[in-house]
């Protein structure tokens, strides 16, 4: 009986441990906490740690990890679902919606954090510390891969690193908005009290970013039009880079740059793009990778 009543005890203690870890992580951030916030919110002593986890860093991958490993888990599963029903049809709503949906079932169960669940993704994903962009990129590269792959099918226009840039302003901007705010209360105030069920919601959650990833790479008027931008801008007398860059997007400068880059050897220009190939694989994946994990 002493025995079996231990044994709940330090499951407790070790839960306790967690759930401090995690509030503390998604108020402060992970540089701004420490084991003596931790210990004082858990109610434990630093013994208790050092016993069930050994370190704050082996702390905050227990606490990402027993929410995170699941949240993925759901995303893989359904994401493989979709691609059963749908294969080359496959489109970047559905890719989206397995991001979105398992997030928002798993902030509606309290057993696996409710409704912190999302402001934990946020933080996460916003969270400026190389460890914990380490611990993501580690543990959930193969994730942030299927996904990439899954969305470049969907969007076959667009080169892989605009791909990879767009799905990291984008994701990256969701994640700063479930870090900094009470998700229910937003809800209410921008629905002016209505309810709003979980089609309503994920369809504005992923309006703005199905847009943005379905843009047109950008043309040559569009591309004057910012060179014009940036123009005015220098003259205004910001001294800084501001006036090449104008000039390089201008037709003009475009037609220099075209003509330095017909100079170069053939070889070169090969071996550049296998490099470039290369590294797109991994930069892209990885720029989207570090908001991914997280999301939904």
Request: glycine content about 8%.
């Amino acid at each position: 009986m002493a025995v079996r009543t231990t044994g709940r005890h330090a499951g407790d203690t070790k839960s306790r441990i967690l759930d401090a870890a995690e509030t503390l992580f998604i108020e402060c951030g992970y540089e701004a906490m420490s084991l003596r916030q931790i210990t004082s919110r858990a109610e434990v002593n630093l013994a208790a740690v050092n016993y069930h986890f050994g370190s704050k860093e082996s702390l905050i991958h227990s606490m990402l990890s027993r929410r995170l490993d699941r949240l993925n888990q759901e995303r893989l599963k359904l994401l493989d679902r979709f691609d059963e029903m749908l294969g080359a049809r496959l489109t970047c709503e559905h890719v989206l919606g397995a991001m979105f949906i398992p997030a928002l079932r798993l902030s509606r169960d309290p057993r696996v954090g409710g409704k912190a669940f999302l402001r934990l993704l946020g933080r996460a994903y916003t969270d400026p510390s190389s460890f914990i962009r380490d611990f993501l990129n580690a543990h959930y590269e193969s994730v942030a891969v299927r996904f990439f792959d899954a969305f470049q099918r969907a969007l076959p226009h667009l080169p892989r690193e605009e791909l990879g840039w767009r799905l990291h302003f984008a994701i990256g901007a969701l994640s700063g908005v479930l870090a900094g705010t009470d998700t229910d209360s937003l809800i209410s105030e921008f629905s002016q009290g209505k309810s709003m069920n979980d089609l309503q919601l994920i369809a504005r959650l992923a309006s703005l970013m199905v847009a943005a990833l379905k843009a047109p790479l950008p043309d040559s008027t569009q591309l004057a039009a910012f060179a014009a931008v940036l123009g005015d801008a220098t003259e205004s007398g910001v001294d800084c880079p501001l006036e090449s860059a104008a000039q390089a997007a201008s037709p003009a400068g475009a037609m220099r740059s075209t003509e330095q880059g017909a100079m170069q050897s053939t070889e070169s220009d090969s071996t550049d793009a296998r490099d470039g190939e290369r590294r797109g694989g991994t930069m892209d994946a990885s720029s989207f990778q570090h908001a991914l994990h997280g999301t939904a």
